[in-house]
């Protein structure tokens, strides 16, 4: 519109200019033909002249007055057309002009226009924008997997207007069943309500609010939700008319929260109490204690040979047998008993005690005689044991750290009086413990300190009363605690998992050793060395043993390892095998210390053993005790009778001798002949051929 009002401007400008130069135009004409008028009239006054004529006087005035004339009217028709021409510009020039406000208002109210419509076209976008938003907040709602409830804010009812499919999903509530109920029936009966205080209070208060709270389903059921309650004001700043709920079921996080927290207070093997809980647990007992003046036992078990059921068939059954023997120790206690598990197979009772007699002992007793029941565990039968020490409170410490530690000594203890018994704290053991403490410390760098060191005992024909053998035994020199028994700290060694290494540091010294006799030509003999359990049930053994031979030089038949009844027991069918690789190799292998066992003659006929060996113990009172005597005597013909050379150890007297060579036992060690001795010293018995004495032989 704008441009065509701009074009019909230009249009009568360009007319008003045109229209001027049209009226200057003429006006030039008629002044030119005025002109040319005049002209001529004088050209034809001149000819007549020229050709004779005379005018008369009269005449010439005449004319002269009509040329003036003729000037005069060239003169007015030329003044007529500016100012006609001028007049006509002067009404041009109002027609633009007006056509030029014209022009400018047209202008100026189409801009208007156009800008009113562009309101108008953002008018409608946003108010359809508003309506897509509006449709998108209802399917959200609709749709959304969290509750939704519309409520009035008239107090007290905060009646229901409006709910969710979510809400009837979860709630199991149609919507026509809740709608003009009030809010708070939701949360169940009166009695059952929880919890709500925060959102009664935010309701009253007409303010956001949120709570956790237990909710019931249209079947009864219970499940947690998260309430959030926001007020709804008409016209943004207006009074709440309504109140929005937001539902959120949190069942699954509470369990989740419920599961986390249980596994942070229990073992999560057994169901048991764990370390932390058992630390409360002890902290309200001991305060009960003080209040009442009774005790209370806290009680360290831990299982005896629990290790072999990990080693010989694997973790998971070690798992099953401890939830196994979870389940009998809380048969055996009490409900106002607790029953822990610190890890692996330690266990922890804390028992209070009463008034009306002393209930822990015959609680321990029902402890010892659920573990030692019989555990099925792959198939297989076992028989445990346990071990026990108990503290009292408050006689035996003050705090939990102090009966728990003082109860774990008393448990060792237990242990080293043979097992399956328990045994209560006495101030003396902190010393022995503190020393085992110490013990354990060193023993862990006496290896690579160089601090062990073999010795060997002979081996001697009976017949000839020749050395026709040595074992290899182990010895430790301390530098400050000076010489350290063999029985302090290999049984330590075997539970603190060091006796592999030094095992294996054994064996390959002895190797050494025997073939470096051998080279300087001392003789053949044959080498026995000590396997422990757990380097017996080692899956690297037989590669070790290989590698050490290879590695020293030692041929194989010169190397003899003992073995002990019980570690073959364990596990007979292992343990065949096990020997069956050995005895591949071309060495031989001994049962050491026969008779203190339980091995059986069933099973000893498939062990592939080469000598058995009788333990010293029956040996030293087989001139005083006829059962020594007869099972000595025993042991020698059970094993001619399987084709097995028989050694008697702890030979220390002629008689004792005499005894062995009368019943046909094939060879002895023992201080009679001579002592362990270090490597040197030994070297020099070899050299000097020492035999036993003629006498004895004769005997």
């Known amino acids: 519109m704008q441009s065509f009002f701009k074009r019909i401007s230009i249009s009568v400008s360009t007319s008003a200019l045109l229209t001027l130069a049209a009226g200057l135009c003429l006006t030039a004409l008629c002044y030119v033909s005025a002109r040319q008028i005049e002209a001529e009239s004088a050209r034809l006054l001149f000819q007549h002249h020229a050709s004779g004529h005379s005018l008369s006087a009269a005449l010439l005035p005449a004319h002269g007055l009509s040329l003036d004339a003729n000037r005069r009217g060239s003169l007015y028709v030329l003044l007529g057309g500016v100012l006609s021409s001028l007049l006509a510009t002067a009404y041009v020039y109002q027609l633009v002009s007006r056509n030029s406000v014209i022009e400018r208002i047209t202008g100026e109210r189409t801009a208007a226009l156009q800008f009113a419509n562009l309101r108008l076209s953002e008018d409608i976008a946003a108010r359809m924008r508003n309506e897509q938003s509006l449709r998108l907040r209802e399917r959200i709602i609709e749709v959304s997997a969290n509750a939704i409830i519309l409520c009035s804010a008239d107090a007290p009812g905060y009646l229901i207007e409006y709910v969710n499919p979510a809400f009837e999903r979860i709630t199991g509530y149609s919507a026509s069943e809740v709608i003009g109920q009030r809010l708070e029936d939701l949360q169940g009966p009166e009695h059952a309500r929880q919890d709500m205080h925060a959102i009664s209070a935010a309701l009253h208060e007409q303010r956001e609010g949120k709570a956790i709270v237990r909710n019931f389903r249209k079947d009864g059921s219970t499940y947690w939700s998260e309430l959030f309650v926001a007020p709804v004001r008409d016209d943004g700043n207006g009074p709440v008319s309504h109140f929005v709920v937001a539902q959120y079921d949190i069942s699954t996080v509470m369990r989740f929260e419920q599961e986390l927290e249980f596994q942070s207070r229990h073992d999560v093997l057994t169901g048991l109490a764990n370390r932390l809980l058992l630390r409360e647990r002890l902290e309200q007992a001991m305060a009960v204690a003080r209040r ?29 047998l401890l939830k ?65 020490g108990v503290a009292t409170y408050p006689l035996d410490g003050d705090s939990a750290e102090t009966l728990i530690k003082h109860a774990d000594i008393a448990m060792y203890r237990a242990k080293e009086q043979g097992r399956n018994h328990w ?34 005992q002979p081996q001697v024909e009976l017949r000839s009363g020749k050395i026709v053998g040595m074992e290899a035994l182990l010895r430790w020199q301390h530098p400050t605690l000076g010489a350290i028994a063999p029985g302090d700290f290999i049984h330590l060694a075997e539970e603190m998992g060091l006796i592999v290494p030094i095992g294996a540091w054994v064996l390959q010294t002895a190797c050494a050793q025997a073939k470096a006799w051998q080279k300087a030509g001392l003789g053949h003999l044959r080498l026995a060395v000590n396997l422990s359990a757990r380097q017996f049930r080692q899956s690297g053994l037989l590669q070790s043993v290989r590698e050490i031979l290879a590695m020293t030089g030692l041929e194989a038949r010169f190397l003899e390892l003992e073995l002990t009844e019980s570690m073959m027991m364990q596990d007979v069918e292992q343990a065949i095998a096990t020997m069956g690789k050995l005895k591949a190799l071309g060495l031989q292998l001994s049962i050491d210390d026969f008779g203190t066992g339980y091995s059986s003659l069933a099973h000893l006929r498939h062990f592939p053993i080469d000598v058995l060996k009788i333990d010293k113990s029956f040996v030293s009172d087989i001139m005083y005790s006829a059962d020594d005597a007869a099972i000595v005597q025993a042991i020698i013909a059970l094993a001619h009778s399987l084709r097995l050379k028989v050694i008697a150890e702890g030979v220390e007297t002629a008689q004792q001798l005499a005894f062995l060579r009368q019943h046909g036992c094939d060879q002895m060690q023992g201080y009679l002949f ?21 006498l004895a032989i004769v005997c």
Request: net charge negative; glycine share 6%; proline share 5%.
């Open 423 to 456: 045994q209560s704290y006495a101030p003396a053991m902190n010393a022995s413990m503190l020393a085992r403490l110490s013990l354990e410390s060193e023993l862990r760098h006496a290896l690579e300190r160089g601090q062990f060191h073999l010795v060997y």
């Open 674 to 694: 001579s002592r362990p001795l270090a490597a040197p010293a030994f070297e020099q018995l070899l050299r000097q051929g020492r035999m036993l004495p003629a």
């Open 292 to 320: 009442s003046t009774l005790p209370l036992w806290v009680v360290f078990i831990d299982l005896d040979r629990f290790k072999f059921v990990n080693d010989t068939l694997g973790h998971d059954a070690g798992d099953t």
């Open 324 to 388: 196994l023997i979870a389940d009998r120790l809380r048969a055996a206690t009490r409900e106002i008993d607790t029953v822990a598990r610190l890890g692996g197979d330690e266990f922890v009772l804390l028992l209070p005690q009463h008034a009306n007699g002393d209930p822990g002992q015959a609680i321990l007793q029902r402890v010892l005689d659920a573990v030692a029941q019989p555990l099925l565990v792959a198939g297989h039968e076992f028989f445990l044991t346990c071990s026990m």
